[in-house]
């Protein structure tokens, strides 16, 4: 019961992260390339039940804020399924949530850019999200916990077919689950 | 002589369509012909009956032919008369206009909205008369007669069976807004003519396949927020999910029985080739390897599937024998070949090839192990077979939209097929129909 409270407040808190996460993802891409044309896309669209349960409660308020200033989408080179290391410190964050709170579940969803067949961007896809499942539970979370599912090239977060483009569109999004 | 034609089509459009929102309606532009295209005249076809007529059945069966690169059709404007009987047909005026061949044609009203179309065929230089036929359908049936009469006229002149009757299905992408698509699975004839949305979803829709007999469809949707395979009848609408495994499913091709599909599932951590038994829902694994293996295609004679899989280091296309397990590599030129496609005669693989740093379309003759590069745009994707191997079809970019695009197999004719919204994709071409 206190556990659902907290997905629920930690899903709102990434609300924001999300909101605010659009000012932050140009700095992500491997080209350092600030704002593409495309760049607002990465702000999160799904909404979510606002629900103010949260009862001021201290260690998990601290949570929540530290939680909400982690990154959600992390970015790879082409070709590759090893996370950018500028990831990997927000990504041991989201671990140490999650590892704190087992009953908390995760999402990963694998893209890829829109280079080479459909079918095997899928499975490229699902490498990307299996390696940050991976990297997840190497840093304490339980596989119960995480669920990959990869989109290959069918859900870009930007539509340029230029390299920035193609790298913002290379990525792993991380989202809790209700 | 009166052939009556089976119109499934008909009887799909009334009872399998859900929605009917915007099409985007492909058009037809040839890009590349041959050198020596023979000269064709498509006579419009006298029409005795007293409404108007929903087509020009004249216009159809010359832009089918048009679209092949391999005849020269004489514009009307050019034509000295318009005969329509085997009276009228003064061969030394077609020999001064230097035409080889030339179709004429009558529609008569039938009964009730039947209507019945007469057409003949001559070799000019010969002075002979080389098809002679009738057909009857409804009148809203026009351009099925049509594409009949050219299906006839191009195997008279060239020897190969038509395959203009064929349909094509294909997906659509639209951006709405923020992360927000629309995805269409969309059926339509061979030309692009008469789009039909058949599913609709906010979700991905990819690797459409058609079944052998030409009546299902599997493919891959996301609407569950996960891929799941699913197999839809066309005539009846009706849809079914098939598979839906942890991790991917996706890929489906049908074999050439139509009993099973060959699928691609990780539920057991990485990609691997499995054939589904459709009716005793038994599942067989094919491959085993840590690497990827993927978009399994069976060879026409059944015997085996080709994949592609990156247990080299990279993407290369390879064969599987189904009884002996067997595997052998494909494909060696260049560093990505993947998504091979086999023709009906099992001699050519035409796959994604990647040169450069881009995509093409290439065909590997599989008896001299030579491969062409059959395009010159980048990102090209998705090759699907016309059944009689005349040409291939495939996703391109054009700006920054998603196209179809048709190369003939000697890459000698090239086409395009401009939707009027949102990306196309994905094209899978028929069996041919009835």
Redesign the interface.
């Known amino acids: 019961m206190r556990a659902f409270n907290v997905a629920k407040a930690a899903a709102l808190a990434l609300s924001v992260a999300f909101a605010a996460g659009c000012s932050t993802t140009g700095t992500t891409t491997d080209t350092g390339s600030a704002a593409t044309d495309g760049a607002t896309d990465n702000a999160a669209t799904q909404s979510v039940g606002v629900d103010s349960g949260v009862s001021g409660k201290s260690l998990e308020q601290q949570q929540l804020e530290a939680l909400a200033n982690l990154r959600t989408v992390f970015y790879f080179d082409f070709d590759k399924s090893t996370v950018q290391a500028d990831g990997m410190a927000d990504l041991e964050g989201h671990a140490r949530y999650l590892s704190s709170n087992p009953n908390v579940n995760v999402r990963l969803d694998g893209h890829t850019d829109e280079r080479g067949t459909r079918e095997y961007n899928m499975a490229l896809g699902e490498r990307r999200a299996q390696a940050v499942a991976r990297f997840l539970q190497v840093n304490g979370v339980a596989p119960a916990q995480i669920e990959a599912v990869s989109y290959g090239e069918e859900k870009p977060a930007v539509m340029g077919h230029n390299a920035e483009s193609q790298a913002e569109n290379r990525r792993v999004e991380l989202s809790y689950v209700r | 002589m009166v052939r009556i034609f089976k119109l499934w089509l008909a009887v799909m459009a009334a009872c399998l369509i859900t929605t009917l929102s915007a099409h985007a309606e492909l058009t037809i532009e040839i890009t590349q012909g041959v050198d020596q295209p023979t000269p064709v005249a498509i006579v419009p076809f006298k029409w005795e009956g007293g409404y108007a007529l929903s087509e020009d059945v004249a216009k159809v069966v010359n832009d089918d032919l048009s679209r092949t690169g391999l005849f020269k059709m004489v514009k009307r404007e050019n034509m000295l008369s318009f005969p329509s009987s085997q009276a009228q047909m003064y061969f030394r005026d077609w020999r001064v206009s230097a035409t080889d061949y030339v179709l004429i044609g009558r529609i008569k009203p039938g009964k009730g909205d039947q209507v019945v179309v007469e057409f003949e065929l001559y070799d000019i230089l010969k002075e002979q008369r080389l098809l002679a036929e009738q057909v009857s359908a409804g009148s809203a049936n026009l351009r099925d007669i049509s594409h009949y009469i050219a299906d006839m006229v191009y195997e008279k002149l060239t020897g190969l069976r038509g395959a203009f009757s064929t349909r094509i299905v294909y997906v659509t992408?639209k951006?709405l807004?923020?992360?927000?698509?629309r995805y269409k699975l969309q059926l339509a004839d061979s030309d692009g003519a008469r789009p039909r949305t058949i599913l609709e979803s906010r979700e991905?829709i990819?690797?459409p396949a058609w079944s052998k007999d030409g009546k299902k469809l599997a493919y891959v949707s996301?609407e569950t927020?996960?891929?799941s395979i699913y197999v839809q009848d066309l005539a009846t609408g009706q849809r079914q999910r098939v598979q839906s495994f942890?991790?991917?499913n996706?890929?489906p091709s049908w074999s050439p029985d139509g009993q099973k599909l060959a699928i691609?599932l990780?539920k057991d951590g990485?990609?691997e080739v499995y054939v589904l038994d459709l009716q005793r829902r038994q599942l067989t694994r094919v491959t085993h390897h840590y690497g990827?293996d993927?978009?399994p295609s069976w060879s026409p004679d059944g015997q085996s599937l080709i994949f592609?899989s990156d247990r080299g280091g990279q993407?290369q296309i390879y064969r599987v024998h189904l009884a002996s397990r067997e595997i052998t590599r494909l494909t060696f030129e260049g560093r990505?070949n993947?998504?091979g496609r086999l023709t009906q005669d099992g001699r050519f693989l035409a796959m994604?090839h990647?040169s450069g740093g881009t995509?093409h379309i290439a065909v590997q003759d599989l008896r001299k192990d030579r491969v062409e590069i059959l395009t010159e745009t980048s990102?090209d994707?998705?090759p699907t077979i016309a059944p009689n191997g005349s040409i291939i079809l495939y996703a391109t970019?054009e700006g920054?939209r998603g196209v179809l695009g048709g190369v003939s197999l000697d890459g000698r004719v090239k086409f395009r097929l401009p939707a009027s919204e949102g990306d196309v994709?994905?094209p899978a071409w028929s069996p041919y129909l009835q």
């Open positions: 992408a951006q807004g923020n992360k927000r698509y991905p990819m690797s996301f927020s996960r891929p942890k991790g991917l996706g890929a691609v990780s990485n990609p990827i993927t978009e592609t993407p990505y993947a998504r994604v990647q995509f990102l994707e998705s970019q920054t994709r994905e």
